[in-house]
C-alpha cells in the first residue's frame, strides 16, 4: 500500500498490519516470542532489539504518520525522549531547550544532563531568536514541544528549522500534544518526532508507552543506544496500542471540536480569568497554530477568576475527574503547581505564566453539552459555598 496516498484514517487502521495466514483473521497475530529462531543470522529477533514481529509493524504504522522513513516504540514517552536525546548528545555538547517543557523531560535535563557532562540553556522565550541567542560553538540539537504544557503555546516550526539547518543541529520536537493526526514537523523540516504515545496514541488511559520518528539514518543511531539502554514496549501492550491507534483518527477529531467548544464556552464564563487555546483567535499563538497544525488539539487551559478556589472547584466536578496524565476518551482536569510542574521552583513556574489556579483541561470525546453543565454546577457549588463578591 502506498501511504502517501491513503487518508489518514485508513493508515491509523491498515498500516503496519500483520497478516494472519494461517486463520485469516481480521486483526494482526500477537507474537509474545522473547526467543526466535536465528537460522536467518541477518535478523536476531528479541524484544530488546525492537524487531519483534509486532513492534515492527507498529513502528511502519507509527512512521507513516508521522511521514517518516522510519520509527522505534518505547516502554515509554521519557524513555523515547531520553534515549533518542542522549543518542545526539554525548560529554561537552550543548543542547538548546525550549523554555516551558513536560515536567518529565525538564526532570530529565536538570536532574541528569551534568552527570553526563552534556550543557544545556533554556530559552527565554518561544521566537526563532530566542533559540538563536542560546547558540554555542558545541550547540548540537534544538529541542522543542509545540503545543507546549501546560500554556499551549506554540512554536515556529519553520522558524526553528531554520536556525538548525543555519547552524548544523539537529531539531527535535515532542509532538505529544498535537498528535500525528493534528500536527506533522517532518513536513516542516523536523529532524526528530517524539511522543508519548501513552497520550493520544493510546487514547484510553490505559498504555503507556513511547515513540520516535525520523529518518532511517537516525533511527539507526537511536536504535543502538535504545538496545543499550534496554526501553522496549512489550509485544502485549505494543498489540494494544496497534488497536488504540485505529481510531486515533477519530477520537482526536472529536477532541479537536470539543475543545474549541469548550474554549468557546470558558472565554464567555464571567467566572474565568483567562483561557488558553490556540484554536481561539484570541490566543497570541493562533495566526502560527493555523500555519502549522490541521487540527488545533484537545488541550486547554484556564484560571479561575482569583476569587475563586481552583482546588473546591476541581473537587466539585462530577463528570470531569481531576487527573493525572491526559488525553483520554473521558475528559480530566489538573492541576500544574501540584502535579506536573511540582517539582519546579515557585519562581521558575511564575516566570513561566503557571499559575497556582491555572487548571489544565484535556477534553475528551463527551458530549460538550455534559461537560458544560458539570462546569457550571462546579461554579455554582463553588460560589455558594464561598460567597465573595464576584465584581473583582
Ligand atoms: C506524558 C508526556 C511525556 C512523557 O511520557 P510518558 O509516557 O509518561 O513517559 C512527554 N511529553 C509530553 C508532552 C507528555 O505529555
Known amino acids: 500500500m502506498n501511504k502517501k496516498d491513503k487518508g489518514i484514517n485508513t493508515i491509523c487502521t491498515h498500516v503496519g498490519q500483520l497478516e494472519d495466514k494461517q486463520y485469516k483473521g481480521a486483526v494482526s497475530p500477537l507474537y509474545m516470542s522473547s526467543s526466535y529462531a536465528f537460522d536467518d543470522v541477518a535478523v536476531k529477533r528479541y524484544p530488546r532489539y525492537f524487531n519483534t514481529p509486532n513492534q515492527e509493524g507498529l513502528s511502519k504504522k507509527i512512521a507513516a504518520l508521522e511521514h517518516a522513513e522510519s520509527a522505534l516504540i518505547f516502554g515509554s514517552g521519557m524513555a523515547a525522549v531520553s534515549t533518542s536525546l542522549m543518542a545526539f548528545l554525548r560529554a561537552g555538547?550543548?543542547?538548546?531547550?525550549?523554555?516551558?517543557?513536560?515536567?518529565?523531560?525538564?526532570?530529565?535535563?536538570?536532574?541528569?544532563?551534568?552527570?553526563y557532562g552534556i550543557e544545556y540553556t533554556f530559552t527565554e522565550g518561544w521566537e526563532p531568536k530566542d533559540f538563536e541567542?542560546?547558540?554555542?560553538?558545541?550547540?548540537?540539537?534544538?529541542?522543542?514541544?509545540?503545543?507546549?504544557?501546560?500554556?499551549?503555546?506554540?512554536?515556529?516550526?519553520?522558524?526553528?528549522?531554520?536556525i538548525a539547518k543555519k547552524y548544523g543541529l539537529i531539531s527535535m520536537i515532542d509532538n505529544?500534544?498535537?498528535?500525528?493526526?493534528?500536527?506533522?514537523?517532518?513536513?516542516?523540516?523536523?529532524?526528530?518526532?517524539?511522543?508519548?504515545?501513552?497520550?493520544?496514541?493510546?487514547?484510553?488511559?490505559?498504555?503507556?508507552?513511547?515513540?520516535?520518528?525520523?529518518?532511517?539514518?537516525?533511527?539507526?543511531?537511536?536504535?543502538?543506544?535504545?538496545?543499550?539502554?534496554g526501553g522496549s514496549l512489550s509485544d502485549y501492550t505494543v498489540w494494544l496500542l496497534e488497536r488504540s491507534i485505529k481510531t486515533m483518527g477519530l477520537r482526536v477529531k472529536a477532541q479537536n471540536e470539543n475543545a474549541l467548544t469548550m474554549a468557546n464556552f470558558l472565554n464567555d464564563l464571567g467566572d474565568i480569568a483567562t483561557v488558553y487555546y490556540p484554536g481561539l483567535s484570541s490566543h497570541k499563538d493562533h495566526d502560527i497554530a493555523k500555519k502549522q497544525m490541521k487540527g488545533f488539539g484537545g488541550m486547554l487551559s484556564f484560571e479561575l477568576k482569583p476569587h475563586l478556589d481552583a482546588s473546591l472547584f476541581q473537587k466539585s466536578l462530577k463528570l470531569i475527574k481531576p487527573s493525572m496524565s491526559l488525553a483520554g476518551v473521558e475528559s480530566t482536569v489538573l492541576s500544574p503547581t501540584q502535579t506536573s510542574h511540582a517539582l519546579m521552583t515557585p519562581e521558575v513556574r511564575v516566570g513561566q505564566g503557571i499559575s497556582d489556579g491555572l487548571i489544565r483541561f484535556s477534553v475528551g470525546i463527551e458530549e460538550p453539552e455534559d461537560l458544560m453543565e458539570d462546569i457550571e454546577q462546579a461554579l455554582t457549588h463553588i460560589k455558594t459555598k464561598n460567597p465573595i463578591s464576584a465584581d473583582n
Open 176 to 229: 505529544t500534544f498535537a498528535s500525528p493526526i493534528n500536527q506533522n514537523p517532518i513536513d516542516f523540516g523536523i529532524d526528530v518526532v517524539l511522543h508519548s504515545a501513552t497520550k493520544y496514541m493510546g487514547g484510553h488511559s490505559d498504555i503507556c508507552a513511547g515513540a520516535v520518528a525520523s529518518t532511517a539514518e537516525y533511527i539507526e543511531q537511536i536504535f543502538h543506544l535504545a538496545k543499550n539502554f
Open 133 to 162: 541567542a542560546k547558540l554555542k560553538e558545541n550547540t548540537k540539537v534544538i529541542y522543542i514541544e509545540t503545543p507546549s504544557n501546560p500554556l499551549l503555546t506554540i512554536t515556529d516550526l519553520e522558524g526553528v528549522v531554520r
Open 93 to 115: 555538547d550543548h543542547v538548546i531547550l525550549q523554555q516551558t517543557l513536560y515536567g518529565g523531560t525538564y526532570n530529565l535535563i536538570t536532574e541528569e544532563f551534568s552527570k
